[in-house]
């Protein structure tokens, strides 16, 4: 048996997959960060003591462990610098306290990488050996997988797509502190920035009155853009521009076969991805744009454990 972990902000996914990487149960339990986040993993160890029993089971019977962690993780330590979604501050050996806690040999590995790991193996990736993702959401996330493996970098910095640079002339500030990232234009707060910065040119436009109060999000820009609205058209064909510099870019370094596109942005469905491949079509090494699909990811908030449980596999001894 393995035991797949993704812990998130507000709740921890949970799943037990045989040894043959079938999903054998999923659940999950609240995110207590309170106290330092010092509960969360004996939540889970908890929770799989209880779940194990229900099927007869002990964790003498688990083979391995796979933990995804929201925040930046020395894979080979299998330790965490901190994780602010958890109340997680300074280093925690993870990889040590699970195990001691479980007895079960354990991998620690950041989230959006089992996450792109899952997809990978089990979902939109379709078990293709060199796949990247890109993940869409509040900020740009994602992860690079070659030859079937994450690839995790000298300093566990890779697969950080969000901060490749490819819009430098908007000069608009990034969540990292840079300027030009992918991120600081091609996620909900990017969207947000470039609506600030360009509003004034489009006059009168729908997003108006969002824009005025606050509360513009992502959706709206992508509702209004399907119907029409210069500002929000302009807005998503920017965005589209700079993902296909962003993916064309990556495709010319690795030239993988499957570019996955994940999170929340990516409910804008056929409507994005058809004008992130025509500008990824422009942009890109021509023998890249021939063996590169880019497709959606398929396996939602179940990608980290997936990925979890894959993992295990790749390294167990
Ligand atoms: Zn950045």
Redesign the pocket.
């Known amino acids: 048996m393995i035991l797949a972990v993704d812990i998130g902000g507000t709740t921890c996914k949970l799943g037990l997959f045989d040894s043959s990487l079938k999903l054998v149960e999923k659940w999950q339990i609240p995110t207590d960060t309170s106290d330092e986040g010092g509960n969360i993993l004996k939540d889970i160890h908890l929770s799989f003591t209880d779940k194990l029993s229900v099927h007869k089971l002990s964790f003498d019977d688990c083979t391995g462990a796979g933990i995804g962690v929201p925040g930046p993780v020395d894979f080979e330590a299998g330790t965490v610098n901190g994780a602010i979604n958890l109340n997680w501050y300074g280093l925690k050996d993870i990889k040590k306290e699970f195990e001691e806690m479980s007895g079960v040999w354990t991998i620690v590995d950041n989230d959006a990488n089992l996450a792109t790991l899952g997809e990978q193996a089990f979902g939109a990736g379709q078990n293709k050996d060199d796949v990247v993702m890109f993940t869409l959401g509040t900020?740009v996330g994602g992860g690079v997988i070659v030859n079937n493996l994450l690839v995790h970098g000298a300093g566990g910095a890779a697969g950080?797509v969000?901060?490749i640079?490819v819009a430098v002339e908007e000069d608009l500030k990034?969540?990292?502190?840079?300027?030009?990232?992918?991120?600081?234009v091609a996620s909900s707060s990017g969207l947000k920035n470039m609506a600030a910065k360009y509003h004034r040119e489009f006059v009168p436009s729908a997003l108006d009155d969002k824009i005025s109060s606050g509360s513009l999000d992502a959706k709206t820009i992508f509702e209004h853009a399907e119907n029409g609205d210069s500002l929000s058209l302009y807005l998503v064909d920017k965005m589209s521009e700079y993902l296909g510099i962003g993916i064309g870019n990556i495709a010319a370094t690795l030239n993988p076969s499957h570019i996955i596109l994940g999170g929340g942005l990516s409910q804008a469905g056929e409507f994005l991805r058809s004008r992130i491949l025509g500008k990824f079509r422009k942009y890109a090494f021509p023998p890249a744009v021939e063996s590169t699909d880019i497709v959606f990811a398929s396996l939602g908030n179940d990608a980290g454990i997936y990925g979890a449980a894959k993992i295990v596999s790749q390294y167990e001894k």
């Open positions: 900020g950080e969000g901060h640079k990034c969540n990292c502190g840079g300027t030009g990232c992918l991120e600081s």
